[in-house]
């Protein structure tokens, strides 16, 4: 029910415009095409599998098709533990909820793009290769108006590590911290464990 009744090709490139588009959310479909040109960039630059890079950019935000009012109760409907995080901000459920979507929706089965999905807005502790070059290609191509603010810092540490990228992006939410809704677990996991800081999120 929540992919309509696009007929879908197998091709996430023509079916994830296609569903996004048909459901009202032309502005979600063009942010994925850009994010999945990104995340193929990073993989190849990094050595990881670009056609799961691209293929989990793709789909990455399919969960936006589950209205916000929505989503807390499909979770556990589906057995997917909610945060208390998460239930105080359901818009970040939208990344958990695009894992059985990609999967029984559009068919994907690799672990590790599953993976990508399920993480790309948060990251997690022991991310995989694959987790870190999604959730940048994300933070890249930003869904806001003009430039992410953090952009020059990330490219430049690209040139150094997908890691050293990675703790740029994290290191902003740090110092404004204090203005986010919610901090997430997983959040922090990633970032005391990637960049080595010990301090308290609170």
Not at 75 to 102: C, D, F, N
Not at 165 to 194: F, G
Request: hydrophobic letters at 50%; aromatic letters at 8%.
């Amino acid at each position: 029910m929540w992919l309509g009744d696009v007929a879908l090709t197998g091709d996430p490139a023509q079916d994830v415009p296609a569903v996004l588009t048909a459901r009202g959310y032309p502005q979600t479909a063009a942010h994925c095409a850009h994010v999945a040109a990104e995340a193929k960039a990073l993989a190849e630059r990094f050595a990881a599998d670009g056609r799961a890079a691209e293929w989990a950019g793709w789909l990455h935000d399919v969960g936006a098709l589950i209205p916000l009012e929505q989503r807390v109760a499909l979770a556990r409907a589906w057995g997917i533990g909610v945060l208390p995080e998460e239930a105080r901000l359901p818009m970040i459920l939208h990344q958990k909820l695009a894992v059985p979507l990609a999967r029984e929706g559009f068919g994907v089965r690799e672990v590790a793009v599953l993976s990508a999905i399920g993480c790309h807005t948060t990251l997690k502790s022991d991310a995989a290769l694959l987790d870190k070059v999604v959730f940048l290609a994300d933070k890249i191509a930003w869904d806001q108006e003009g430039p992410p603010p953090y952009l020059a810092s990330l490219r430049a540490a690209l040139t150094h590590s997908l890691d050293a990228a990675v703790c740029v992006y994290l290191n902003y939410l740090w110092e404004r911290r204090a203005t986010l809704p919610v901090v997430h677990p997983w959040l922090v996991a990633a970032y005391r464990q990637l960049c080595g800081v010990a301090q308290s999120w609170s």
